[in-house]
T-cell receptor
Framework: DADVTQTPRNRITKTGKRIMLECSQT?????MYWYRQDPGLGLRLIYY???????NKGEISDGYSVSRQAQAKFSLSLESAIPNQTALYFC??????????????FGPGTRLTVL | GQNIDQPTEMTATEGAIVQINCTYQ??????LFWYQQHAGEAPTFLSY????GLEEKGRFSSFLSRSKGYSYLLLKELQMKDSASYLC??????????FGSGTRLQVQP
């Protein structure tokens, strides 16, 4: 079984709809992240959480919200989807390496299309 | 803020060597990650450099110069499966990684 899972893997929705993307991990990591990826723009950070009670905005949080239901679960919501939120969304967790560094492990991604 | 610069696309021949460069400007710096991402798939970890110099891991090597804000990823004996995007990500020790836009490498027969 995969260590970081995302559901759904693909979703098509309409403008104005509320949608939730879910992420679960079995790695036991405290840190979790949501990124979006658009062609030519790389990965951009939406929200991140260092533990259940610690949630922080990333560089592009407008129009998104998150919920950290448990150490293993981190959900991303689009309150009212708009077409420019069409993108590939990745959840990630991170593990502590030597020297204070955290390596990130990514889920398989959710391809979201907003019509 | 952070500024990360990588070439957008590169093409190389199977069996050859290719070097993918990354320059960065960050507020604070701990080290630099390289990730590989095949089209439509999740990024996967390749390397992490803290100290200046070259670190070799099989066919892949990564170099860092902290004073110059420069890194490169060296891929030897290229294989078709190496066709992917390569993402440079400086680590500042705060929050999460910031990724460059990535270099799309096309390996041709």
């Amino acid at each position: 079984d995969a260590d970081v899972t995302q559901t759904p893997r693909n979703r098509i929705t309409k403008t104005g709809k509320r949608i939730m993307l879910e992420c679960s991990q079995t790695k036991g990591h405290d840190r979790m992240y949501w990124y979006r990826q658009d062609p030519g723009l790389g990965l951009r950070l939406i929200y991140y959480s260092f533990d259940v009670k610690d949630i922080n905005k990333g560089e592009i949080s407008d129009g998104y919200s998150v919920s950290r239901q448990a150490q293993a679960k981190f959900s991303l919501s689009l309150e009212s989807a708009i077409p420019n939120q069409t993108a590939l969304y990745f959840c990630a967790t991170s593990d502590f390496l030597e020297g204070g560094v955290y390596e990130q492990f990514f889920g398989p991604g959710t391809r979201l299309t907003v019509l | 803020g952070q500024n990360i610069d990588q070439p957008t696309e590169m093409t190389a021949t199977e069996g050859a060597i290719v070097q993918i460069n990354c320059t960065y400007q960050t507020s604070g710096f701990n080290g630099l990650f390289w990730y590989q991402q095949h089209a439509g798939e999740a990024p996967t970890f390749l390397s992490y450099n803290v100290l200046d110099g070259l670190e070799e891991k099989g066919r892949f090597s990564s170099f860092l110069s902290r004073s110059k804000g420069y890194s490169y990823l060296l891929l030897k004996e290229l294989q078709m499966k190496d066709s992917a995007s390569y993402l440079c990500a400086p680590y500042t020790g705060r929050r999460a990684l910031t990724f460059g836009s990535g270099t799309r490498l096309q390996v041709q027969p």
